[in-house]
């Protein structure tokens, strides 16, 4: 079962930051946090990784609160090509880890 | 850098009849995943292959379902008899290792219906 919490949907205006957060509060601590968004019709696409420090490359910021156990995912100037769903997975650094995929977020931008 | 490549696209199959799926990873990647997706619902891993062995198959049901992944490379998904509760987008992943910090890359997915 997935290890994380995220809320069905979320909307947000194209040019605006779009805010995902996720809720991950039993966390151990050889384990990262995951994101990936899945567009319709497409598979997943992984967006970025992190453990405790926050993140950012070109797609996104991921900002880890100090006791690590939630997320937020950031979008800082969505465009109607993000509208996905996104995926918070946690996901422990040894072995054959797997991803565990939860329900996600639907995040829809409009114009 | 050409992605992972699935086919057929779509099927549709009665239940009780047989389907295989095809997958061609990304060159050089060891790591090869087969996901059922119901709809609705995030994406569930089926079976991991490093280069032709199997790593895990604990959510395969087998009774039903088979995979292989002749010489490390292309990978077969079969059901045999399908059920209706088969429906759904079947996905293949593949990694350059099977390690955690190795991204998974996704194909667009097979997506079957069963009547």
């Known amino acids: 079962d997935a290890k994380t919490t995220q809320p069905p949907s979320m909307d947000c205006a194209e040019g605006r930051a779009a805010n995902l957060p996720c809720n991950h509060s039993?966390?151990?601590?050889?384990?990262?946090v995951y994101w990936y968004r899945q567009i319709h019709s497409q598979g997943p696409q992984y967006i970025i990784h992190?453990?405790?420090n926050n993140e950012t490359n070109e797609m996104a910021s991921l900002i880890i609160t100090e006791d690590r156990k939630s997320s937020t995912l950031i979008l800082p100037h969505a465009t109607l090509r993000d509208t996905a769903v996104y995926y918070c997975?946690?996901?422990?650094?040894?072995?054959?880890?797997?991803?565990?995929f939860g329900k996600g977020t639907m995040l829809l931008v409009s114009p | 850098e050409a992605g992972v490549a699935q086919s057929p696209r779509y099927k549709i199959i009665e239940k009780r009849q047989s389907v295989a799926f095809w997958c061609n990873p990304i060159?050089?990647?060891?790591?090869l995943y087969w996901y059922q997706q119901i709809l609705g619902q995030g994406p569930k891993l089926l079976i991991q292959?490093?280069?032709?062995?199997?790593?895990?198959d604990s959510q395969l049901p087998k009774d039903r379902f088979s995979a292989e992944r002749l010489k490390g490379v292309d990978s077969t998904l079969k059901i045999q008899p399908a059920k209706l509760e088969d429906s759904a987008v079947y996905l293949c992943?593949?990694?350059?290792?099977?390690?955690?910090?190795?991204?998974?890359?996704f194909g667009p997915g097979t997506r079957l219906t069963v009547t």
């Open positions: 992943a593949s990694s350059l290792g099977s390690g955690w910090g190795y991204e998974q890359y």
């Open positions: 997975i946690v996901r422990p650094n040894s072995g054959y880890s797997t991803l565990t």
């Open positions: 992190g453990l405790k």
């Open positions: 292959f490093q280069n032709n062995g199997v790593v895990d």
């Open positions: 060159s050089g990647h060891a790591t």
């Open positions: 039993t966390i151990s601590g050889n384990e990262y």
